[in-house]
């Protein structure tokens, strides 16, 4: 079975500097996408691609933040100039078309 | 996007039913009904999804009365390992924004011993 897999699962960085996460989504899903969730909280929509388009974007993904999935595969999310605030669990999910999502394990990044 | 109320916490005890409320007052006819459960440090996971009446599998079953302002997830028999956080979400399946799911801050079950 060849879930969803994100990596790095752990990032430590310092603030300032710019970080890249990976998604690989399950091989046969057209969608993908990026959530954050902080401790406590439930998983925040960030982003989604159908295929290689960015369909949809929330106000939560400023202009630090940038997500692409070129060929419609795998996808990569950048931040830029990280901030404290910036530490959470980065969840990337990925379904066919309009059914339920399937979630990789997530990469916890903490801003030092 | 319907919004979605859910107890903060439930506790049990190893062996019962534990039954889940969420409310969703304002779900559209076209939205469905979906949990999803929650391991710490690990990604969300699909449990059930229903439209009305009730929805059984191998995990769960979801229970929507007909007026699907609200909606039960019951577990039977639940273990230690069901310890979780539970989330509801409500949200239109064939809607091209679908990929915009609101999870709400769920429900944190404990099962003790």
């Not at chain 1, 603030?15 to 899903?29: A, L, M, Y």
């Amino acid at each position: 079975d060849t879930g969803v897999s994100q990596d790095p699962r752990h990032k430590i960085t310092k603030r300032g500097q710019n970080v890249t996460f990976r998604c690989d989504p399950i091989s046969e899903h057209n969608r993908l996408y990026w959530y954050r969730q902080t401790l406590g909280q439930g998983p925040e929509f960030l982003t989604y691609f159908q295929n290689e388009a960015q369909l949809e974007k929330s106000r939560l993904l400023s202009d630090r933040f940038s997500a692409e999935r070129p060929k419609g595969s795998f996808s990569t999310l950048e931040i830029q100039r990280t901030e404290q605030g910036d530490s959470a669990m980065y969840l990337c999910a990925s379904s066919e078309t309009t059914d339920t999502q399937y979630f990789g394990p997530g990469t916890r990044l903490t801003v030092l | 996007l319907a919004k979605t109320t859910q107890p903060i916490s439930m506790d049990s005890y190893e062996g019962q039913e534990v039954n889940i409320t969420c409310s969703h007052n304002n779900i559209a006819t076209n939205d469905y009904i979906t949990w999803y459960q929650q391991f710490p440090s690990q990604g969300p996971r699909f449990i059930i999804q229903g439209y009305k009446t009730k929805v059984t599998n191998e995990v769960a079953s979801l229970f929507i009365p007909a007026d699907r302002k609200s909606s039960t997830l019951s577990l039977p028999r639940v273990s230690l390992s069901d310890t979780a956080v539970y989330y509801c979400l409500v949200g239109d399946r064939r809607n091209t924004n679908a990929g915009k799911s609101t999870f709400g801050d769920g429900t944190t079950l404990t099962v003790k011993p």
